[in-house]
């Protein structure tokens, strides 16, 4: 087969296999075909089996009985394998000895260790006979099939529903298939096979045309379409059968399935909420001033969908009656949604607290009917508040909790969820390996939804992690389009990773763009994260401009001091440290040191190795300038520490700088020192960041050898540690 299929797509070898069953003739037909439509390197997909194969399959059928080759018809209705005992009940009469007929001409295999099933050597040769059948004798077989399967169990339902749609002639055989298919979306839907799930939907629409299927059960199946798409996370496709749903209910006069159609897509970031709002608006028009469950619903997804897209005063008007009519009707479902819409209303900086406190109302709610997905929000809802308070602890609890849930769930959207958490926690701790590898997962799910903030999310977290390892210049052109969004988060996010990669002109755009919109930031869950990089950069950019930004940073972000700028979209450490950073750029080293102390103690009861680094690094620097009794020695600590760390997880910008600022402490200069060759060459490699075992690797030494020479450059250079070494290399121009 590879000699046919040189240079092919690695999807293809396993289908050609699959259809010709490894026959050579069948295998080169094919592979010419494929040659001849310049297939070969796509992806595989179903292929058409030109006529002149098929009449090769379909060779060997025609030294068969009559009876054989009529019994073959029925069993390619069924498939490439069937059941014995349904072809048999669709025949209505013995078939034993003509299936034995079959087998031993090759046409069928016979598996001993499973007698009821039989299967066709090839699937050219299935196909070659079902092709052949007559209109009316393919119907009439799948009609048969159907009533064989009929009464069987539940796990038969997609298939009599597929033979029931190929039987549909007439009105009674298309009210039939509409049936089956939506018995067989049922048992998808239980299943957590949405995508099936929604495909019978759409099946069932297909036959509703002369199937006496009035304009109130399409708009109930248009519904059920869309629960199945959303599930699935496609939210494009479920807001677009809500849309015709609503269109038909309105026209019927029925107001609780169109308040259905506003309800399907929730929890979705973004543009889809301008068209959930236009949905709520429709259904609130019909609801008028009915007091009810199903109108505290709509009223609660209208103030989610207003305040997606800053319409704060209104969506807390609608919110605050919502919840109040949904305390009345103690209804399970409008709690749910009614403490959704609070979420999303007190997401800023402050209102961690009540964040906590609607994670648990969800968790003491329990299963919710028609809300599958309410304790998943719980538990994010948890998450975020667990990260901005810097308890990792409990982010990993509420990850040993997600994990079970979104298996029980089986959302695409829940997955995505949960990697995206696991990647930030990985990020937090220094796993980068771990971190890149789940964020990649994440967006590999992201990708099979129709959710547009996804890819913006994965490609911010990126920035952050490649700005941590240094590894400038990868995930391009997508970071480049990402930045090019004129939104201030983006904005704000991209400028920071430009100006630590060198492009300084680019975060210059960025920064200025940022200075103007600043002042009128709404306090969403945007605020905090764009206030802290624009900080960020003011901290790093020259000039009074900068300045006056940091100053504005300093005032807007004091009061959250005591919290971490951090949730399930990035860990970017606590705003003390930032505050510190800011204080340094202000010309103020004691509340410099003040602010970075905290952070760095805060760091350490999270467990963020990475940041607590990088907050070392700046506290040393601090010290320096305040240069009070012990502050250089204190720092001189500090900067090996960090040394320490950032060579232990791979952040070589961090390592490079807390080298450079050994040389500028100081103790590394004067005369010029004698050193042996091989003293010269370990310093060389120290400067590199190797530890001792990998120079002893390198320079096929003892680990002991290598540490006696370590500790001959300190007492020869009179310095305290590997980090002042490494210092003294790198100013001797020793470094590779």
């Not at 979209?569 to 202000?586: C, D, E, P, S």
Request: proline letters at 4%.
């Amino acid at each position: 087969m590879a000699a046919y299929l040189v240079g092919a797509h690695s999807s293809w070898p396993a289908y050609v296999h699959r259809i010709s069953g490894g026959n050579p003739l069948f295998v080169r037909e094919l592979a010419r075909v494929l040659v001849q439509e310049d297939r070969l390197a796509g992806p595989a997909t179903e292929l058409p089996v030109p006529a002149h194969v098929r009449a090769m399959a379909g060779y060997r059928l025609e030294r068969l009985s009559l009876a054989c080759r009529a019994l073959l018809g029925g069993a390619s209705a069924l498939g490439e394998e069937f059941d014995v005992s349904i072809l048999a009940g669709a025949a209505g009469v013995e078939v034993g000895d003509t299936l034995a007929e079959a087998i031993a001409a090759g046409v069928l295999v016979d598996d001993p260790d499973t007698p009821d099933r039989l299967r066709f050597a090839h699937a050219l040769v299935r196909q070659a006979r079902y092709d052949e059948l007559p209109r009316a004798e393919r119907i009439d077989w799948h009609r048969r099939i159907a009533g064989a399967l009929d009464g069987t169990d539940r796990a038969h339902a997609g298939e009599l529903a597929r033979h029931r749609v190929r039987a549909a002639v007439d009105a009674a055989s298309r009210r039939t298939a509409v049936d089956a298919c939506r018995a067989a979306a049922a048992v998808a839907d239980r299943a957590l096979a949405f995508a099936d799930a929604a495909h019978w939907y759409a099946r069932a629409l297909d036959f509703a045309d002369g199937a006496g299927v009035g304009d109130v059960e399409r708009a109930e199946l248009l519904l059920d379409l869309a629960d199945a798409a959303y599930a699935d996370g496609q939210v494009t496709e479920a807001l677009a059968h809500c849309i015709a749903a609503a269109d038909l209910a309105e026209e019927c006069g029925r107001t609780d399935l169109v308040a259905r159609a506003a309800l399907v897509v929730r929890g979705i970031d973004g543009p889809p909420n301008e068209t959930i709002a236009a949905l709520c608006g429709r259904a609130r028009a019909l609801l008028r001033d009915e007091e009810s469950a199903i109108h505290a619903r709509v009223l609660a997804q209208h103030a989610g969908a207003l305040s997606e897209y800053g319409q704060v005063e209104a969506a807390d008007e609608l919110s605050r009656r919502a919840t109040a009519m949904a305390e009345r009707s103690g209804d399970p479902a409008a709690l749910f949604d009614v403490a959704h819409a609070r979420h999303r209303l007190v997401t800023g900086p402050d209102s961690v607290a009540e964040r906590l406190r609607l994670g648990a109302r969800l968790r003491d709610l329990g299963a919710v009917p028609g809300r599958p997905e309410a304790p998943l929000w719980g538990q994010l809802w948890r998450v975020d508040a667990a990260f901005q308070l810097g308890g990792l602890a409990t982010v990993d609890v509420e990850i040993a909790a997600l994990d079970s849930l979104v298996d029980r769930l089986g959302w695409p959207l829940a997955r995505w969820h949960l990697l995206r958490v696991k990647a930030t926690r990985a990020l937090a701790s220094g796993d980068f390996a771990e971190a890149e590898r789940l964020a990649l997962a994440a967006f590999e799910v992201a990708e099979g939804l129709q959710d547009v903030t996804a890819s913006g999310l994965f490609y911010a977290f990126m920035m952050d992690l490649l700005r941590l390892t240094g590894r400038f210049g990868e995930y391009e052109p997508g970071l480049s389009e990402f930045g090019s969004v004129p939104v201030a988060i983006v904005m704000s996010v991209h400028g920071y990773y430009c100006l630590a990669a060198g492009d300084t002109a680019r975060a210059w755009a960025h920064f200025e763009r940022l200075q103007a919109l600043l002042p009128g930031l709404p306090k969403d869950p945007r605020w905090m994260p764009t206030l802290g990089l624009t900080a960020e950069m003011a901290c790093r950019l020259p000039g009074d401009g900068p300045k006056e930004v940091a100053e504005f940073c300093y005032r807007a972000l004091l009061p959250h001091s005591r919290y971490h700028l951090a949730d399930a979209t990035g860990y970017l450490g606590a705003v003390a440290g930032i505050l510190g950073r800011l204080a340094v750029r202000l010309g103020d080293p004691d509340t410099a040191v003040r602010h970075l102390t905290e952070a760095e103690a805060l760091e350490q009861r999270a467990g963020a190795p990475a940041i607590q680094a990088a907050v070392r690094l700046d506290l040393a620097r601090a010290l320096v300038a305040r240069d009070g009794p012990g502050d250089r020695a204190r720092a001189a600590e500090l900067a090996e520490r960090c040394t320490h760390t950032a060579r232990r997880l791979g952040m070589a910008p961090m390592l490079a700088a807390a080298t450079a600022f050994a040389v500028e402490l100081g103790g590394t200069g004067g005369a010029p020192v004698p050193l042996t060759r091989r003293e010269r060459e370990i310093a060389r490699l120290v400067a590199d960041g190797l530890a001792n075992r990998a120079i002893a690797e390198k320079l096929v030494l003892s680990e002991r050898t290598v540490e006696t020479h370590v500790r001959n450059l300190l007492t020869k250079l009179g310095l305290a540690n590997r980090t002042q070494v490494a210092a003294w290399a790198l100013k001797q121009g020793l470094r590779t």
